[in-house]
Nanobody, 120 residues
Framework: VQLQASGGGLVQAGGSLSLSCAAS????????VTWYRQAPEKPRELVAA???????NYADTGKGRFTISRDNAKNTVYLQMNSLMPEDTAVYYC???????????????WGQGTLVTVSS
């Protein structure tokens, strides 16, 4: 199983970016998928999460600006980020709990991270 995070880039303050987290490989089911971010010299922090049923939760920093969604047919989770601020600059990582067979337990997988840079 591989998780591929993409969509990062350079954007001006007030702009928008859409991140994607695509899972590939032998997948039976995907449970909760979570986006984290880590700014330089800061600990990794949770940004948003979405359950298999589509229930979304957000950290306070992203409420009202970020929207997490998923396309189960494509094994992909999206993070739409609007009204970006310089303090949103970070490497964004996705994490997914995945079962590869009906009989297996859920295993955590991490994407490689995608850099978001917001200029002032």
């Amino acid at each position: 199983v591989q998780l591929q995070a993409s969509g990062g880039g350079l954007v001006q303050a007030g702009g928008s970016l859409s991140l994607s987290c695509a899972a590939s490989g032998i997948i039976y089911s995907i449970d909760t998928v979570t986006w984290y971010r880590q700014a330089p010299e800061k600990p990794r922090e949770l940004v948003a999460a979405i359950t298999s049923g589509g229930i979304a939760n957000y950290a306070d920093t992203g409420k009202g600006r970020f929207t997490i969604s998923r396309d189960n047919a494509k094994n992909t989770v999206y993070l739409q980020m609007n009204s970006l601020m310089p303090e949103d600059t970070a490497v964004y990582y996705c994490n997914a709990r995945i079962r590869t067979t009906y009989y297996s337990t859920f295993t955590n997988y991490w994407g490689q991270g995608t850099l978001v840079t917001v200029s002032s």
